[in-house]
């Protein structure tokens, strides 16, 4: 079967307006039929199909968020702080002793400590507060419609049917997000169906409505990413004065004792642990902000969600629900920069030979790196924090 993209779309424009859409009804509805006939093919039953899908609607909706995020890129200091409130840590202290015995079941069983467990739930729906409302089914499709990423979304709205076809939730139950991520652990339809556990015995995997089976999927999924037992996420440290900071990310693992060698400490000035374990060091706002070794469970966090900064408040919430402290270095505000202004640091770095890679307007790690190169190139700490001083003498900010 040729693709829903080419066969819908070879001859459409999309337009650059994120609010202008190149799928109407008529063609949503044509993209359905093809979308059936997939299921078919799949080996999904004919009532699942039809149950399923002959409801389904286009939502523009969802169209506009999948086209315009993020239209701003957000500093770890705005992410950390709205994330890791004081708020979320209360109710997620209390949400860990009212579910110690479960917790501590699921602790013997995958090895995952229960703070954390409660920060991923904490994370991603508030626990259990908001777990999206809208159709999974009509996001699943739309995006598989709309084109642009359409062979992962229909391959994703036949996970989804699978799941309504084992019983697990009916199709008119099954809400989420705008990009058809589901329940209290916000799985996408393909890890539901390889990680999702009916722990409380009830006939169905629902993390919809189980705490039980929430929190069980997401220690299975944790165990299935490699999380290491009896190793921590990371922890805070401070950095001696005049540190090199090209020695940060995941490219200059170390040992724990070669990173104390280098005079990295704890933050109250006591030596680093002795273990044998390597690390990663993460500035996620410069060299005035806080500083974190990251360990191997840093990187089974990013395997949930690619992003530092998430892992961090993954990890510094867990800690805040487990009694720790805050934050003996408060993250460092940075200027808010749209996508726009992104590329157009990303194409000054690679017109000056420091290779950001694709000019795409994301701030990732190659983007930072780059913006490293060019700060040690101009007699700056090269922190690779996109701070209003670097900023402004690159030429992206006045």
């Not at 093919?41 to 199909?49: K, T």
């Not at 149950?51 to 169209?63: A, C, F, H």
């Not at 694709?358 to 701070?387: C, H, I, K, S, W």
Request: charged share 20%; with cysteine; proline share 5%.
């Amino acid at each position: 079967m040729p693709s829903i993209r080419a066969a819908l779309f070879a001859s459409a424009t999309l337009l650059a307006s994120p609010a202008s859409y190149a799928l109407d009804n008529a063609e949503f509805e044509q993209c359905m039929a093809q979308l059936r006939a997939q299921a078919d093919e799949a080996g999904i039953p004919a009532q699942v199909i039809s149950r399923s899908l002959n409801t389904v609607k286009l939502n523009e909706r969802v169209i506009e968020l999948d086209r315009s995020q993020p239209e701003f890129t957000s500093s770890f200091s705005d992410y950390y702080t709205r994330r890791v409130s004081e708020t979320r840590i209360e109710t997620g202290r209390k949400k860990y002793r009212e579910q110690q015995p479960l917790l501590q079941a699921l602790t013997r069983e995958y090895g995952i400590p229960g703070h954390y467990l409660v920060a991923f739930w904490g994370l991603e729906t508030n626990y259990g507060g908001f777990l999206g409302s809208i159709p999974v089914l009509d996001a699943l499709s739309t995006l598989a419609c709309e084109g642009r990423r359409g062979d992962y979304f229909s391959g994703e709205l036949m996970n989804a049917l699978r799941i309504i076809q084992s019983g697990d939730v009916e199709a008119s139950q099954m809400e989420g997000s705008w990009a058809g991520a589901m329940g209290q652990t916000q799985f996408m339809p393909a890890i539901f169906l390889k990680y999702a556990i009916d722990h409380d015995g009830d006939g169905r995997r629902n993390l919809w409505e189980s705490e039980d089976d929430a929190l069980a999927s997401a220690a299975n999924f944790l165990q299935g990413l490699g999380w290491q037992r009896e190793q921590r996420w990371g922890r805070e440290v401070t950095l001696p004065d005049n540190f090199d900071f090209q020695l940060t990310g995941f490219a200059h693992q170390r040992s724990l004792s070669d990173w104390a060698k280098l005079g990295v400490r704890m933050p109250d000035g006591q030596p680093l642990p002795q273990a044998d374990m390597e690390a990663a060091l993460v500035v996620p706002s410069g060299h005035n902000g806080p500083a974190f070794l990251a360990y191997q469970n840093f990187r089974v966090i990013m395997g949930w969600n690619r992003s530092e900064s998430y892992a961090i408040a993954v990890g510094r919430l867990a800690d805040r629900i487990a009694g720790g402290g805050a934050l003996h270095q408060a993250p460092v505000p940075a200027p808010r920069l749209n996508r726009e202004q992104v590329t157009k640091l990303q194409k000054t770095l690679n017109e000056q030979g420091h290779d950001a890679g694709a000019e795409d307007g994301l701030l990732g790690p190659g983007t930072r790196q780059a913006l490293a190169r060019y700060q040690q190139a101009n007699g700056m700490v090269a922190d690779g924090f996109p701070d209003q001083e670097v900023l402004t003498h690159i030429g992206v900010l006045p």
